[in-house]
């Protein structure tokens, strides 16, 4: 079993729609929680981090984090084509090494 | 303010040749981290360097090897490539922990194909 699960889509929605991502993981360890986002033959782009619990709102994106359930989400409002890319989820543990264990990634195409 | 920068962009190599790979890390940032992304995969932990040191390292054998400059970019080497190298090498930068920049800023990547 992986220790971070991500389903790799690809996920279409219609420009506008809110977009709702997902990760489980299985180490009760981790501690920080990112989002990133990759576009086509470029390297990941920090979105967002959250430490332990709770939500966290920038802009049109919102990540939220259930230590409880080991679930952490992405959620996009209304969606555009520029969202287009692959989403990848990371978390690591609260010790000095900076480790970060990623999912496999979201592919997400939003269509005008 | 440059980002992380690595070079080459893209190189194809056969079996069994050897490869550098450079990083240059983020000003202000003292660690680089290499992972390799797989196609269709997430980035996969290869090691870490701090203070010229291997400091943490995943599941990858001796042939990947790495160093660090008193500058802090770094080279990561592999040695006696196999076909399922072939990935996308990422750096990453990222200070310290203890400050409160919990940013990891990547490169671009390196694009390695083995033939």
């Known amino acids: 079993q992986k220790e971070v699960e991500q389903d790799p889509g690809p996920l279409s929605v219609p420009e506008g729609a809110i977009v709702s991502l997902n990760c489980t993981y299985s180490n009760s360890a981790f501690q920080y929680f990112m989002w990133y986002r990759q576009y086509s033959r470029k390297g990941p782009e920090l979105l967002m981090y959250?430490?332990?619990?709770g939500n966290k709102e920038d802009g049109r994106f919102t990540a939220q984090v259930d230590k409880s359930s080991k679930y952490i989400s992405l959620f996009i409002r209304d969606s555009q084509p520029s969202d287009s890319a692959t989403y990848l989820c990371?978390?690591?543990?609260?010790?000095?090494?900076?480790?970060?264990?990623f999912g496999t990634g979201t592919r997400l195409l939003v269509s005008p | 303010d440059a980002g992380v920068t690595q070079s080459p962009t893209h190189l194809i190599k056969t079996r069994g040749q050897q490869v550098t790979l450079r990083c240059s890390p983020k000003s202000g940032h003292d660690t680089v981290s290499w992972y390799q992304q797989a196609l269709g995969q997430g980035p996969q932990f290869i090691f870490q360097y701090y203070e010229e040191e291997e400091r943490q390292r995943g599941n990858f054998p001796d042939r990947f090897s790495g160093h660090q400059f008193p500058n802090y970019s770094s080279e990561l080497n592999v040695n006696a490539l196999l076909l399922g190298d072939s990935a996308l090498y990422l750096c990453a930068s990222s200070r310290e922990l203890g400050s409160t920049d919990y940013g990891y800023t990547f490169g671009s990547g390196t694009r390695l194909t083995v033939v």
């Open positions: 990371a978390m690591r543990m609260n010790t000095g090494f900076q480790k970060l264990v």
């Open positions: 959250t430490y332990s619990s």
